[in-house]
T-cell receptor
Framework: DTEVTQTPKHLVMGMTNKKSLKCEQH?????MYWYKQKAKKPPELMFV???????INESVPSRFSPECPNSSLLNLHLHALQPEDSALYLC??????????????FGDGTRLSIL | GESVGLHLPTLSVQEGDNSIINCAYS??????FIWYKQESGKGPQFIID?????DKRQGQRVTVLLNKTVKHLSLQIAATQPGDSAVYFC?????????FGTGTSLTVIP
């Protein structure tokens, strides 16, 4: 079982809906990440939070809005998404910032489908 | 973006044989590398990592080899089992983020 928990596991939403993806870890990690993964492709980095501050935004459209309420939680707020945003959204965490050569631990993702 | 590629997109091996999955990377500044295993419907699972000051590291049934001269990384799985069937990704870290390779799908034939 993964130590990074993501909810919901599946989400279907219309283009005008607002929804949120949630991620939780209790390993004491201080860096958390959102990735997007399309079928048969590698994960693509979206956002990095380090010590609860946004440190990397990989030019992600504003219809994706991340939030880090505390060191254990990471949210991704979704609004006015497009069909091409359908993908597996993965959350990951690491003990410290990515530059410190530590592995990232992934959740099992939220499978998002935009109608 | 970074160029992290795998030589073979698919690999089929007989159960009990050894598997070798290869990965080429392009950034000579990368000093940390990870192999992940991703099963269907799950997130990537950490298998083994290696730092650039090493050229070999062994885990349980897995060995990672790093050749910095040619910027090549490989994952060796001993006595491959049906449960090893998955997509394997290498990832390199030049210091600011991880860059993932395109992935190799490993199928183990019983």
């Amino acid at each position: 079982d993964t130590e990074v928990t993501q909810t919901p596991k599946h989400l279907v939403m219309g283009m005008t809906n607002k929804k949120s993806l949630k991620c939780e870890q209790h390993m004491g990690h201080r860096a958390m990440y959102w990735y997007k993964q399309k079928a048969k492709k590698p994960p693509e980095l979206m956002f990095v939070y380090s010590y609860e501050k946004l440190s990397i935004n990989e030019s992600v459209p504003s219809r994706f809005s991340p939030e880090c309420p505390n060191s254990s939680l990471l949210n991704l707020h979704l609004h006015a998404l497009q069909p091409e945003d359908s993908a597996l959204y993965l959350c990951a965490s690491s003990q410290d910032r990515v530059g410190f050569n530590q592995p990232q631990h992934f959740g099992d993702g939220t499978r998002l489908s935009i109608l | 973006g970074e160029s992290v590629g795998l030589h073979l997109p698919t690999l089929s091996v007989q159960e009990g044989d050894n598997s070798i999955i290869n990965c080429a990377y392009s950034n000579s500044a990368s000093d940390y590398f990870i192999w992940y295993k991703q099963e269907s419907g799950k997130g990537p699972q950490f298998i083994i990592d290696i730092r650039s000051n090493m050229d070999k590291r062994q885990g349980q049934r897995v060995t990672v080899l790093l050749n910095k001269t040619v910027k090549h990384l490989s994952l060796q799985i001993a006595a491959t089992q049906p449960g090893d069937s998955a997509v394997y990704f290498c990832a390199e870290n030049p210091g600011n983020q991880f860059y993932f390779g395109t992935g190799t799908s490993l199928t183990v034939i019983p």
